[in-house]
């Protein structure tokens, strides 16, 4: 641990090393703290004062006494309910919305089902109602909330706050001004973030998934679109237009003939969808009358999952199906693999419900796709997380940014 400033200063950065110090390592003394940090025990106990008055900091109780004896020390520990955020996910058909304590665990929810392509005005409004219901529930002053965040779907300019497009909202047009249009609903100055879901989603890995103790991670997220959330030693990947992770329109079968929603053909998308996946399944019903898939179920009745399932089952059309889709997962992935030498790669969306024998089927073509002379079986993984996911994300990303 580098040393964080000379004994007495008092500077704003050094007061918040020692609260993320004690955030992230539980219940302390001064003299604990006094020794990690390198500076003198006045000045922590000063800091520790600072930040209790504060609400951040809590006086936890008496330690144990020292080998040489003496009084029992006072133990300090961080007040995850010291703060609040509101997260939202915008779904494509609904909004789920959270409080968070500082330590992004749900306090309370809220999901709000909209309609397609629901207008913009609609869509802000649910939000300031989601953010005052919740509020007033768990009975938080306003001045704890300490950031509100927005999962948006689509090309996302985080810095400005505006929705550049939103395939799922055409309606609101092109480069809306989201944040700004939040705020003055919201009537109020709390620090606002707004980002494509899929980066809050990989930094919910980083900080409470699986990835918790990787600096190079990419999450997928595979369904009727595809995209990845992408950080690199411990950075999110933005990119110098808001594209990075538009993973789904790389071209990865220049002669196919599916076209993809963008215009263009063979995008990795457009070889993965959902839609592709059934409407194969649909014109394999004459050939594979008797498979598991439609055991079930009509031809227009079938679902992703009853493909998922028949795989799962050793169904023959099923195994196909997800073969050829785990095929052309292991080109795309081969290509990111190549691209960021991730330390792992996460699965989220539908497919994280396909089961074992798709990712098996992954994890051995990715091995012989991408020449890479490492094990791919521990590298990919499908996601814990359910669809709270986005708003749990974007909850620590606040957090985060609140405490650097
Ligand atoms: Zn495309």
Known sequence: MPSIGKPGSLKLSNRKAILNMLRNSGVLSVAELSQKAKLSKTTILKIFNYYVKEGLVLVAGKGESTDEGGKKPIMYEFNKRGGFVFACHIFPDALYSVITDLDSSILSSRNTAIKENEGLNSVIENIVQSFNSLVNEENIPKNKIIGIAIGAHGITDYNNGVIIHSPHFQSWGENVEFKNILKEKLNSDIPIFIDNQIRFQVFAEKVKGTARDKKNIIVIEGGA????????????????????????????????????????????????????????????????????????????????????????????????????????????????????????????????????????????????????????????????????????????????????
């Open 225 to 404: 679109g595809l995209v990845a959330g992408i950080i690199v030693k411990d950075e999110i990947k933005r990119g110098a237009h808001n594209l990075a992770g538009e993973i789904g329109h790389m071209i990865i079968n220049p002669n196919s003939d599916e076209t993809c929603a963008c215009g263009v053909k063979g995008c990795f998308e457009s070889m993965v969808t959902t839609r592709r996946l059934l409407r194969i399944a649909g014109e394999s019903k004459e050939k594979y009358p008797d498979s598991l898939i439609f055991k079930n179920s009509g031809r227009n009745d079938i679902s992703i999952g009853d493909i998922f399932r028949a795989s799962n089952q050793g169904d023959g059309l099923g195994k196909k199906i997800m073969d050829d889709a785990a095929g052309w997962y292991a080109i795309g992935l081969s290509n990111l693999v190549l691209t960021y030498d991730p330390d792992i790669i996460i699965l989220h969306g539908i497919f994280i419900k396909a089961g074992d024998y798709f990712i098996k089927r992954l994890r051995e073509r990715i091995s012989n796709v991408s020449l890479v002379h490492v094990n791919m079986d521990t590298r990919i993984e499908y996601s814990k997380f359910g669809s709270e996911v986005g708003a749990i994300g974007a909850a620590a990303y606040v957090t985060s940014e609140y405490f650097k």
